[in-house]
């Protein structure tokens, strides 16, 4: 195909040393350098005198066409970069009339010189297909077997060097920039030294170049665009493996099979790369029989029709060409214009549909242009000779200058991002252009390609050898692939050079940044910051946060502190309905600005039961699993279910369709016809994960006799436990009707080893669960077990939760080293537990009894687990004192209440549930309102590992057993309205004197005992008896206590700073102290607890002792005290005292706090925020998320 071009060392003259050179003046590497400066400007383009008198081969053409196409990626990435902020990138890759939108880079036809990139690549490998065939199909016309043998082998040794030396080359230089001038880009965060950045380049290059892989990221880190190469490479193989099977052939046998395997790519197998390929062989080959004269005989017939069919194939070709890509979605096809129809013709085989009609477009294409000779004339200009010359180097490189200058000179002329405003605010509207003009010819976007195209194409002048400086190596390694080395090394100097000149004019503009950001911090903290401080000043600005002075002293009356000018932040989002909040707890997306939840998409497939994990190997990616619907006229587990994977990214939600408004039901709209912000959306093709069939003999009987048909997993979980991703799913059972497995997720996936902390490689683990393991449970059992879930201890040992309701049940998970093999024969009970459940029961059923959901009708409502667990603690990320620890460390799972509604319809109301993680595993809460995602009315699942309160948890779920989707939320938030159920002391009192504990433990919150009993039980209410009994519960119930989130944080925190302190409590000092010991709390130094006062909470006595002890005189401003509660009791005291009061809702509702008279109401002890001292030695004080507010005209 391309014309033979002469080595490097071809312009040595005799004589010459190679080494040296021929002139003097160039010995030397500074004249050599400013000659190469010189030479680095002049684009090959303008050396014509290597071309004069050049004679163009047959097959020119296809080098124009190459280097043309390689331009139409060029300039689709460019137009998709510049325009991704404003998202008119979807404009592009959407059909016309997209969103009610008709641009003119939109129009069929014209839209492929805009987002012609896809077709360009189907083009690439059509070209590949051919020129590959060249030689191997003229030796097999010729019967030279001998020789096609020694050419395929040789071919296919350096095919490999060829394709992927120049990756290694130009990545490698790319990595070592962003080190070398500490240059930041948005596709590729940086490892914290060169050493690590290295080996991560080379652990991802091995994945990359195995071409064989199953699964994984198909995207090099390190250059996204050279994802083709492993699919070109496979192509490669394929060419010579056809060609060799189909080697000893007759022609219209040989023609036939490349049909037949075209097919096959198309209709029957998922292979639309090997049928781009297989095509180019088969144009490859009726070429090479048309310039022999032996086509077969009924192409002759066609002559008369030779040019109005290949005019018509063009047309089709750049119709086809233009088809809409943004995603794999068909129902989106259908609803572009112009494409409903040709939209039936996607094959069921091909999950992407955008490549079926690419196969046609640049199968059409490569074999009209030939025939077409004003179309034949322009791929052989100059210009696009010189394009195809290069087109490889150019393919490769133009994504670094893309990341590295032209996105900073984007964002200079107007074209910024979110990153930009992040990480290279310097660049940010330097010199800013209009965006005025035609979508894609923008003058503002025009005007960068004056630099960037240039800086992408130059080359050293070199007539004789005509290769680039840095693109053009695929001349080169067309050599040898030490042409390669030897150009890459001549080239660093100069790249160096003019980077240098490029990140220095970045440095400046980054330290000039600097000095402009301090002025302006300074500027906005006298604006923002000090208003907000509670003072005299007569208006208080408003602000995110809420500082607090307090003088400890009392001494000063500049201290007085004026309430009512305090402002305070309140979250504005919209829960959709008004009166939600009163029997549910809405939850918000943490990431999307209406707070909705997102859709997750696997394409043209509709699933159920979706999962949710974080990618072992990139941040910016998910693995997500889902059950695949069938038709709903078969039969439910009379079918064979799949459960599809897939890599997935967020993405812009462009769906305007509205799928026969079948989402009408769920969605509340929120921004666009559907609110979607944003989608969850496979970039990798669905695969069917592998998991085995399982065969329950004639265990199933009765109703259950259709599960005996079931193959396949149903309702898989997919999660991490400690280190190590599981996925538990139901399947046919060995030992009952059916049952739930559990498998190591790694040996279903194309796991790749992360260096992130906590999660381990395949070969890092021990053998747990490595082969399908069917878990199991003590007898009796049902025949058909679901939703179980495992969890784990302390010490690493698995336990099995069968069932929450009517009563717990779980056991420990024996010999868990031992994984049973598909086949072998279930083993008897003595490698399961027994049900610890028992164990529990007594402190579980008070709670339950309590928190748990009313069923009224047993035969239509019921209660089941519904996710996996999840080891959380009750600390945030920010509260590096408080450490994870079985006093604030608990399981969370997710339990529903599930209602027939009729039908096959059921609606959920998921609920919170927390236990303890160390034996007997007691229930520590129950949340008392059910979830409400925002936007939606049900919740089936979730997944996670180990969190904090302020961590964000991903929560999957269906929609009506059709669609799939997902919200982010702190997990926090799904914590809030909890029933806490740990007052053990109260409810074996309550036994013991024979009252009620919840008549208890309504009246007993910040109250003293010996008041408690002096109303239930006066003959206990006395000092020697409460003490003894107030002081043996940290001793017998130190296990199930917690800390109050933040009270560690904030108690250290005063002890560091020196402020004065008080507990004021409604308890013993025996129950105080020993408290304190056990959770290993610091003691302050003032106390004020039960025996010390005569009256209780609520009168003010034990308020106004602790002022006195604080100030050591009693005349002090009242205002200069802050009380914190989180009783109703104390509230009143503190009130009643004269002290503002912040109340918490750890024990009690806001309502009941708020009717008790707190100033303000606020969480817990982690929004009290403690700072430090003014100029005048006050105390600055902040709170977060305030809840209320007294003075409600002051919150904002």
């Known amino acids: 195909m391309a014309t033979d071009i002469n080595g490097i060392l071809a312009n040595e003259k005799p004589g010459q040393n190679a080494s040296t050179g021929g002139h003097g003046l160039r010995n030397s590497l500074f004249p050599r350098t400013l000659c190469s400066l010189v030479e680095v400007f002049t684009p090959t383009y303008w050396a014509t005198s290597s071309i004069i008198g050049r004679k163009l081969s047959r097959t020119a053409y296809l080098d124009g066409l190459r280097g043309f196409a390689a331009f139409m990626v060029y300039w689709l990435h460019h137009q998709l970069w510049a325009h991704e ?62 020789m096609l043998g020694e050419n395929v082998g040789s071919a296919l040794f350096r095919r490999w060097l060829r394709l992927f030396l120049p990756v290694i080359a130009t990545t490698f230089i790319f990595m070592t920039l962003l080190h070398l001038f500490d240059v930041k880009t948005s596709i590729v965060d940086k490892a914290p030294t060169y050493r690590e950045e ?20 198909p995207w090099f880190s390190y250059n996204f665009h050279a994802w083709s190469i492993p699919t070109e490479f496979r192509g490669s193989i394929l060419i010579y493996t056809s060609l060799m099977a189909f080697s000893r052939c007759t022609r219209n046998a040989r023609l036939l099979c490349q049909l037949g395997l075209i097919s096959y790519f198309i209709w029957i197998a998922d292979g639309w790369f090997c049928a781009l390929f297989s095509s180019g062989m088969l144009l490859c080959d009726l ?37 809409p890509s943004r995603d794999a979605d068909i129902s989106k096809l259908c609803g572009s214009y112009g494409w409903k129809y040709l939209s039936y013709l996607k094959p069921q085989a091909m999950w992407d549909y955008k490549w079926f009609f690419l196969i046609w477009a640049s199968s059409f294409l490569v074999s009209s242009v030939p025939r077409i000779s004003w179309l034949k004339a322009f791929f052989e200009t100059h210009f696009c000779q010189y394009l195809g010359r290069i087109s490889f180097a150019f393919y490769l490189v133009h994504g670094p200058v893309l990341w590295l200058v032209a996105d900073r000179l984007y964002a ?43 800086m992408t194409l130059h080359k050293t002048k070199r007539p004789v050898n005509e290769n680039l400086v840095l693109p053009n190596v695929d001349n080169q390694i067309q050599n040898s692939p030490s042409m390669l080395v030897r150009g890459t090394v001549r080239l660093l100097p100069l790249i160096s050079l003019a980077l240098v000149i490029f990140f220095a004019i970045e440095g400046y503009k980054r330290h000039a940044l600097l000095k402009s950001w301090s002025f302006g911090y300074g500027q906005w903290a006298k604006e923002v910051v000090v208003p907000l401080e509670i003072s005299t000043e007569e208006s208080p600005s408003p602000g995110p946060s809420q500082i607090w002075n307090q003088n400890p002293t009392g001494s000063n009356e500049d201290g007085h502190i004026d309430l009512s000018k305090i402002t305070l932040p309140l979250p504005e989002q919209d829960s959709g309905l008004s009166t939600i909040d009163k029997t549910h707890n809405e939850i918000f997306s943490l990431s999307t600005s209406s707070g909705r939840y997102f859709p997750i998409s696997f394409g043209e497939y509709e699933t159920l039961n979706p999962n949710i994990i974080p990618h072992p190997s990139s941040d910016s990616k998910w693995i997500i699993v889902a059950q695949q619907k069938t038709q709903d006229d078969v039969p439910a587990y009379s079918r064979i279910s799949v459960q599809l994977v897939c890599d997935a990214l967020f993405r812009p939600s462009d769906d305007d369709y509205d799928y026969n408004n079948r989402d009408n039901n769920y969605f509340i709209n929120a921004g666009g016809k559907n609110g979607n912000e944003k989608s969850l959306t496979c970039v ?78 395949i070969d890092e683990s021990g053998d747990v669960f490595r082969t399908p393991t069917e878990l199991y449970r003590p007898a009796p059992y049902g025949e058909v077990e679901k939703n179980w879930f495992i969890f784990w201890d302390t010490n690493g040992d698995a336990y099995v939760h069968y069932d929450v309701w009517p009563q717990r049940s779980f056991a420990k998970v024996e010999n868990q080293k031992k994984s049973r093999l598909l086949g072998e024969r279930f083993p008897d009970n003595s490698i399961v537990g027994p049900d610890l459940a028992i164990l529990s029961s007594t402190a579980d059923s008070s709670c339950m009894n309590k928190y748990m959901p009313e069923i009224q009708d047993f035969s239509n409502e019921f209660i089941h687990q519904a996710t996996n667990s999840l080891s959380i603690t009750l600390c945030k990320r920010s509260e590096l004192i408080c450490q994870p620890s079985d006093f604030n460390t608990f399981i969370f799972t997710i339990f529903q209440k599930k209602v027939h509604v009729g039908g096959a319809r059921s609606s959920y109301e998921p609920y919170a549930m927390l236990f303890r993680r160390t034996a007997p595993f007691e229930l520590h809460g129950i949340s008392t309102k059910p979830f409400w995602i925002h936007g939606r009315k049900t919740l089936q699942q979730e997944a996670g590992a180990r969190e904090m309160v302020d961590d964000t948890l991903f929560l999957a779920f269906g929609i009506d057993d059709s669609r799939t989707a997902g919200i982010d939320v702190q997990a926090g938030d799904l914590l809030k309205d909890m029933g806490i159920s740990i007052e053990k002391n109260w409810k074996q009192i309550g036994e013991d004197i024979g009252v009620d504990p919840d008549v208890i433990l309504a009246t007993s919150h910040g109250r003293r005992s010996i008041d408690v009993f002096a109303e239930l039980d006066p003959s206990k209410s006395n000092w020697d008896y409460i003490c003894q009994m107030e002081g043996q519960i940290p001793h017998l119930y130190g296990q199930s206590a917690i800390e109050i989130p933040g009270g560690r944080q904030l108690l250290i925190s005063l002890e560091d700073m020196n402020i004065p302190h008080c507990i004021v409590t409604s308890g013993t000092n025996a129950l105080v102290t020993g408290w304190l010991e056990i959770l290993k709390l610091p003691r302050p130094n003032h106390l004020v607890v ?36 989180d009783a109703p009791a104390g509230i009143r005291a503190g009130r009643a005292a004269g002290f503002k009061v912040v109340a918490l809702t750890t024990t009690h509702t806001v309502e009941q706090v708020k009717n008790a008279g707190a100033d303000w109401i606020i969480d817990d002890l982690r929004d009290l925020k403690v700072f430090d001292r003014d100029e005048n030695n006050r105390v600055r004080i902040g709170f977060d998320n305030v809840r209320f507010c007294k003075n409600k005209s002051d919150i904002i």
Request: include cysteine; glycine fraction near 10%.
């Open 85 to 146: 902020d404003s998202q008119m990138n979807n404009a592009f890759e959407n059909g016309f009339g997209w969103n009610g939108h008709h641009y003119f880079a939109a129009l069929p036809g014209v839209r492929i010189f805009f987002s012609g990139g896809h077709f360009a690549v189907t083009v690439f490998f059509v070209i590949s297909g051919y020129v590959l065939s060249v030689k191997p199909l003229s030796l097999i016309h010729a019967g030279e077997f001998a």
């Open 1090 to 1125: 039960a025996e010390d006062v005569s009256k209780g909470k609520p009168d003010p006595t034990c308020y106004l002792k602790g002022q006195l002890r604080l100030s050591g005189i009693k005349a002090v401003n009242d205002k200069d005290f802050l009380v914190v509660e």
């Open 287 to 323: 070429d090479l029989l048309a310039a022999s004269g032996n086509l077969p005989r009924f192409f002759y017939a066609l002559e008369p029709y030779k040019q109005t069919i290949f005019y018509c194939m063009f047309a089709a070709s750049i119709y086809l060409g233009g088809v």
């Open 684 to 761: 990798t093709t669905p695969n069917i994960l592998p998991i085995a069939a399982t065969n329950s003999g004639n265990r199933c009987q009765g109703r259950w006799e259709p599960l005996t048909l079931n193959v396949g997993p149903h309702d898989a979980r997919l999660f991490y436990g400690p280190q190590i991703p599981y996925v538990i799913y139901g399947s046919n059972s060995r030992y009952t009707c059916f049952g739930q497995w559990i498998h190591d997720f790694r040996m279903l996936f194309d796991w790749i080893p992360s260096l992130k902390e906590g999660v381990t490689g």
């Open 198 to 217: 290295v080996w991560n380049w080379y652990k991802e290059f091995n994945n990359f170049a195995f071409v064989f892989r199953s699964g994984g990221e």
């Open 412 to 454: 200079a002329v107007g074209w910024s991002r979110e990153w930009h405003q992040a990480n290279t605010p310097g660049w940010v509207n330097c010199f800013p252009l209009p965006k005025s003009g035609p979508l894609g010819l923008e003058p503002s976007f025009l005007l960068i390609h004056l630099s960037v195209l240039p």
